[in-house]
């Protein structure tokens, strides 16, 4: 988390010195932006589940097969 904070203040921070300076950010459309937002979302949560499915205690019937 900490490096989206940092990368996220990098980015203020280049578009104030553009803004005071009357450059235009050559940054894509909003549109683009909410895409790109969107697919990041969509790999942390297949990272989540898969890191959760591992991490899922054995089923009962799996525990009784090891016992015997």
Not at 42 to 58: D, F, K, L, N, S
């Amino acid at each position: 988390m900490k490096v989206y904070l940092i990368s996220m203040g990098a980015g203020v921070l280049i578009g104030m010195v553009y803004a005071l300076l009357k450059v235009r950010s050559p940054a894509p459309p909003a549109i683009a932006l909410i895409g790109l937002l969107g697919m990041l979302a969509g790999e942390q949560i297949i990272t989540q589940m898969v890191r959760h499915a591992a991490a899922a205690p054995a089923s009962r019937s799996d525990r009784t097969s090891l016992q015997r």
